[in-house]
């Protein structure tokens, strides 16, 4: 779920296509739990989950985990380093049993001279950059309460107006820069204002409209 509804390579290129970023590729399998890559390893490359899922994380010096995002099978992962950094930007660790195809800086730059490849990696990159940019500015402009509210209606969105999704309250709280006890607040908030509902690793969005006005009303607060 918490792949921010970012565009999966399969849906973007043909099967043809597909089977060409294959071929300039290394798959490799993962556990459930093992670590992909960390952050800090050289040389950075892109990867591609061909099946299973990863999450992308930033080790903290106390042993934490930031949670960053969750990549799918279909999407790619690590393209932003690969012209400026030499080194991965955050730790990846497989989620379930993983493949991955693993792409270098020189296979990258031959996959970039077909148009319609270059063309799908610039709009999951164009997507990503756009979530980024929009983050940031809620986050230097919007209470932690309206943050919250708007990314559970971006997962409601993204995953075809699906009411019930799926929380982890660690990666909500770390993805938006929160102690537990702060996001436990707002949940406490939009529970008695009756727009949303919780159970076990999930969360229910009981009143999406009445959320989306919720949102507009406290964003101009």
């Known amino acids: 779920m918490t792949d921010f509804g970012t565009p999966v390579l399969t849906h973007l290129l043909s099967e043809e296509e597909m089977k060409h970023v294959s071929s300039v590729s290394v ?23 061909a099946d299973g899922a990863i999450m992308l994380v ?18 790619n992962f690590g393209d932003i380093t690969l012209p ?11 989620i379930g049993d993983t493949q991955i195809d ?21 709009a999951v990159a164009a ?11 809620d986050l230097r402009s919007l209470s932690v309460d309206v943050i919250f509210a708007k990314l559970l209606l971006d997962f409601h969105d993204s995953m075809g107006q699906t009411r019930t999704l799926e ?12 102690s537990l006890v702060t996001l436990n607040k707002s949940l406490r908030g939009l529970k008695q204002a009756g727009l949303i509902e919780t159970g076990y690793r999930q969360i229910c969005i009981v009143d999406p409209d009445g959320l989306r006005r919720w949102v507009t009303e406290n964003s101009l607060a």
Not at 27 to 49: K, N, T
Not at 58 to 75: E, M, S, W, Y
């Open 27 to 49: 798959r490799r399998c993962y556990r459930d739990g093992e670590l992909v890559h960390d952050r800090g390893d050289s040389p950075a490359r892109m990867g591609i989950v």
């Open 58 to 75: 930033r080790p903290r010096a106390d042993g934490r985990n930031i949670f960053l995002c969750r990549v799918k099978a279909g999407q």
């Open 84 to 94: 400026f950094a030499k080194a991965c930007t955050h730790r990846a660790i497989a």
């Open 102 to 122: 693993h792409i270098s800086y020189e296979a990258f730059q031959r996959l970039m001279e077909r148009p319609a490849i270059a063309q799908a990696f610039y």
């Open 127 to 137: 997507y990503r950059l756009a979530l980024s940019v929009r983050m940031l500015d």
């Open 167 to 178: 929380f982890v309250q660690d990666d909500f709280a770390s993805y938006i820069g929160v």
